[in-house]
């Protein structure tokens, strides 16, 4: 079964430092999302992407985010300079329809 | 803000009982989802109901949606040890570009 794919399944970074993380969402899906999930709290959006442009972001995508399909297959979330609340589950997503398809999520550790 | 809202919080029920959790939402929808997340994973899909259907069956899972109230409610039957998880409900607002998640409810099925 097609299933969205993260990389790396956890990262520790000093603050200040950048980080990349890498999905690659299932092949026919059209549409991507990035979420963050602070532990044991809400699911938060990020933003999406389609049509090679972002379609929607929140008010925490702010100058320090950017989100990049640099081939046909990688969509990736960089994060600029990391704070200590940067700290969560980062999730990727795609869909085709409506339904989100999920991956296993990175988890990014600033100290 | 848009999010949909999980009521309860938390519920601990016994094997064989019926789960039932509660979802608002403040804003038009297409349609409303729920999944489901087991500790530190990505979210699952489960169901999707559209804005003019009422009533949805899956498998054990019955989806209601009230649009004039702006709720829904996921009821879980014969609930089992691996039920265990967080739920949450989702909602697309308007454009579809923005799939916003509630709060969840955390179940826990004892054996």
């Known amino acids: 079964e097609p299933e969205v794919t993260q990389t790396p399944s956890h990262q520790v970074t000093q603050m200040g430092q950048e980080v990349i993380l890498r999905c690659v969402p299932i092949s026919n899906h059209l549409y991507f999302y990035w979420y963050r999930q602070i532990l044991g709290q809400k699911v938060e959006f990020l933003v999406s992407f389609y049509n090679n442009e972002i379609s929607e972001k929140s008010e925490i995508f702010d100058d320090q985010f950017s989100v990049e399909r640099p081939d046909g297959s990688n969509f990736t979330l960089k994060i600029r300079s990391t704070k200590l609340e940067d700290s969560a589950m980062y999730f990727c997503?795609?869909?085709?329809?409506?339904?989100?398809?999920f991956g296993e999520g990175s988890r990014l550790t600033v100290l | 803000s848009q999010q949909g809202e999980e009521d309860p919080q938390a519920l601990s029920i016994q094997e064989g009982e019926n789960a039932t959790m509660n979802c608002s939402y403040k804003t038009s929808i297409n349609n409303l989802q729920w999944y489901r997340q087991n500790s530190g994973r990505g979210l699952v899909h489960l169901i999707l109901?559209?804005?003019?259907?009422r009533e949805k069956h899956s498998g054990r899972l019955r989806v209601t949606l009230d649009t004039s109230k702006k709720s829904s409610s996921l009821l879980i039957t014969a609930s089992r040890a691996a039920d265990t998880a967080s739920y949450f409900c989702?909602?697309?607002?308007?454009?579809?570009?923005?799939?916003?998640f509630g709060a969840g409810t955390r179940l826990f099925v004892k054996a």
């Open positions: 109901i559209r804005s003019n259907e």
């Open positions: 989702a909602t697309d607002g308007d454009g579809g570009f923005k799939t916003i």
């Open positions: 997503a795609s869909r085709a329809v409506w339904e989100l398809f």
